[in-house]
């Protein structure tokens, strides 16, 4: 067995690509079905491409409640402040800052929670970070 993909549905392609850019995934590959009225758009991690995350846009306009009954997805990062501070300054909230230099979680244009992990040990606890308010909910 092999795991493929996790897949969420967007509402603004757009905006959900550029978020997920931000976070550091890179799109492998897209495609659009005139037929379905959809498009799939797959993206991995750079060195990762065997864990993808496949976005679905349907093109008929459809509204997703919750997000939460879905869970998150989660990424080991290199150093979690600075994903933070990337995200902070492309305009994306922090909703749960990574205050013990470990976890952290943002939330994409549709709402779907994404957890931030540091990869190994914890950072120092460090300013802003560590009193930093929750904000909504992750």
Known sequence: ?????????????????????????????????????????????????????????NWDPEEYAGGRNFGHLAYEVDDVYATCRRLMEGGVTINRPPREGRMAFVRTPDNISIE???????????EPWASMPNIGEW
Do not use: C, W
């Not at 509402?11 to 009225?37: I, N």
């Not at 931030?116 to 460090?126: D, F």
């Open 1 to 57: 067995m092999k795991y493929l993909h996790t897949m969420i549905r967007v509402t603004d392609p757009q905006a959900t690509v550029a978020f997920f850019e931000l976070l550091g995934l890179r799109e492998v590959r897209r495609m659009d079905s005139e037929k379905g009225r959809f498009t799939l758009i797959f993206l991995a991690a750079p060195g990762d491409e065997d864990a993808e995350v496949e976005l679905t846009h």
């Open 116 to 126: 931030l992990l540091q990869k190994g040990p914890n950072l120092p606890v460090a």
